[in-house]
């Protein structure tokens, strides 16, 4: 299983510092040429290789760490993106729902990326606590992953256990996708207790 993380911001290096800890290779692009990426790609790890966005996206799963904006240019790169899988780690805060055409914003997103399996994920924790040993006190930080696609949140999954965080499966995305995503300019604090209201 090959992987790139697209957007190579403070998420993205956030998740290049995941993969790095964990020596698991991954290509990483964003719209700078790989050449202006590559010295902060070698100072992370050497399992991170900076790459164009065409030659990144030959990866088997695609992780999005851009502005939610920029998902349609991303998705105009490849003409299919049949066997592909599109990990969501993109947030439309900001974003006024009815511009999101009253989707959660991965359902959202998904409707670029053709042919894709779409896996929301690794979206609901600041930069600075991604890039963080997951191992805390013992415990795994969890992170929470949903998909309309049974099948495909499985490898995802066990992608999140290597790089050492704790997968907690919510379900499909107009459910526990809807569970983590920004609505208009509230995010995060709704999490939990739209949980809680599930379980009641």
């Keep these: 299983m090959s992987y790139a993380i697209v957007g190579f ?7 290049a510092h995941a993969f790095a800890r964990k020596d698991i290779k991954v290509a990483v692009a964003s719209r700078r040429p790989p050449e202006g990426l ?16 065409r030659d990144a996206l030959e990866a088997d799963t695609i992780i999005l760490a851009i502005p939610f904006g920029e998902h349609r240019e991303v998705a105009k790169a490849l003409p299919s ?27 959202f997103v998904a409707k670029a990326f053709t042919g894709a399996k779409l896996v ?8 600075a606590t991604l890039a963080a040993d997951p191992i805390v006190e013992g415990g795994h930080r969890v992170v929470f992953l949903s998909s309309d696609d049974e099948d495909a949140i499985a490898p995802v999954a066990a ?42």
């Design 9 to 15: 911001g403070a998420v993205g290096q956030a998740l």
């Design 81 to 107: 993106w049949e066997g592909k899988t599109v990990i969501d780690a993109t947030n439309a805060f900001g974003v006024p729902p009815e511009e999101l055409d009253s989707l959660p914003s991965s359902a």
């Design 159 to 200: 992608l999140a256990k290597q790089l050492g965080f704790a997968p907690v499966k919510l379900g499909k995305l107009k459910d526990g996708g809807a569970l983590v995503h920004a609505r208009g300019r509230t995010w995060g604090q709704l999490i939990f207790q739209d949980l809680l209201k599930k379980e009641q």
């Design 120 to 127: 929301k994920g690794f979206n609901h924790l600041v930069a």
């Design 38 to 53: 590559a010295p902060q790609a070698r100072a992370i790890g050497p399992a991170v290789v900076a790459k164009s966005l």
